[in-house]
DNA sequence: CTATGGAAAACTGCATGCACTTTTATCATG
DNA sequence: CATGATAAAAGTGCATGCAGTTTTCCATAG
């Protein structure tokens, strides 16, 4: 019984995989900071298991783009260099602006309803004030608009980037005005989609990318170093 | 001895790097086809070492997308089902649009000397006639518009993307007529670019990858079923 | 007090082995 | 002849161990 450790009832998945999972949140939500080093002994003996599949774990972090490694040297939580970050902010703002553009004509009707409601209701949100609940919403609200583009691999694209942002969008509805000024923005997107108007959705899709990026870089300047 | 085995000289990188690299140009060449069995020990033979940095090669090979895995199952080459292959083009198309647009005002004089110049020696290819060596030169004519973007993460995309799609896009060459086709496709591109046209960059290399879709996607159903 | 050399400690790359799961082959039964 | 049970074979998931590389640390020279 030294290897059985189901540590959750349902699909968790393999060993591997929760490692995977675990690690890519902590560095996504911060606690591991980009330059912090990953060595396979810590790990295995944080997650309680050997250094195989910690090195499997690593591999597809490395294939993921969220650490990296080069041979015989620990894995490193990647450094996300000012030039890059704003190269992956433009990404993906070109990338929302896709998808944005093809939800405004291929979104189905459940879909535009179900896109309409849930940006209404999310003005409560914005009254109550709470940035992790606004921050919630705000992911469903993005990930609605890939989907909607009904373009599986756009989709993994778009989820892909955001995911490495993350990161760096972290504390942006701290900022204040910023939870209001969201909405509006949306509010230009999500009109422009139901009136299927696809450029300006592309558009506002893009601008509201575009704003995000100002406001984190600052975030980022002062926490990167 | 038994386990330093450099093949060649130079920057292969480790073994596992190696064999993700053969394993992949396996898959995208057309060698293995898709839903054939990848099975760790027959792997460990055939690249003669043990199963350990075989398993680490289909993790990372998984994380690629080139194979799925699923747990306790061997690994299978992927299928790109008819849908996906779809949105796998379509991304292409958007990506490569974007790529051109931002090339059209980003690229500086060298970029636009080299474009130009290699473009223009690419006549010969078209002329001689022979698929391969135009295929390698197209690759490189892509890879220079991703390049001419200046942006890191939309290179990361592009490569990624056209990475998937190269199967589907092998024998697209060797339609009669394909070649010349091609190059007066790449003449409009490039022509928008040295212009700076960046509305018209997108536009024709949108409309290139179109094309190739439509080129590929008959070659795909007759090979993939 | 800073630079330098080198040995020890720490860590990675890969091989091997065992437990558990899936697949395949075998055979009895309707 | 098909069918379902079941045991053997094949295969995956992970642990452990060893060889080789990198990092750390400390003694010694400048």
Redesign the interface.
């Known amino acids: 019984m030294t290897q059985a450790k189901r540590k959750t009832v349902t699909r968790t998945?393999?060993t591997?995989e929760q490692m995977v999972r675990a690690i890519a949140d902590m560095i996504v939500s911060g606690i591991m900071v980009p330059g912090e080093r990953l060595d396979e002994l810590s790990l295995a003996a944080r997650f309680e298991v050997s250094r195989?599949p910690v090195?499997?774990a690593l591999?597809?972090l490395?294939?993921?783009?969220l650490v990296g490694r080069e041979?015989n040297r620990s894995a490193i939580v990647k450094t996300v260099e000012e030039?890059?970050l704003h190269?992956?902010f433009?990404?993906m703002a070109?990338l929302e602006g896709?998808c944005a553009r093809l939800s405004a004509t291929r979104m189905d009707a459940d879909e535009r309803h179900a896109l309409e409601r849930e940006h209404r209701a999310s003005m409560q949100l914005v009254s109550a004030g709470v940035p992790e609940d606004y921050a919630a919403y705000n992911t469903e609200f993005h990930n609605r608009l890939y989907r909607g583009a009904h373009?599986?691999?756009?989709l993994?694209?778009a989820t892909q980037?955001r995911a490495r942002l993350a990161p760096f969008r972290h504390a942006q509805f701290r900022l204040s005005g910023r939870l209001s000024k969201s909405y509006e923005e949306h509010d230009r997107i999500v009109t422009a989609i139901l009136r299927a108007d696809a450029t300006a959705a592309g558009t506002a899709a893009y601008d509201h990318v575009s704003i995000v990026s100002d406001a984190s870089t600052v975030f980022a300047a002062v926490r990167g170093g």
């Open positions: 998945g393999t591997v195989t090195r499997e591999r597809e490395g294939a993921m783009g041979p030039a890059h190269a992956m433009e990404a070109e896709i373009n599986d691999h756009l993994e694209l980037t």
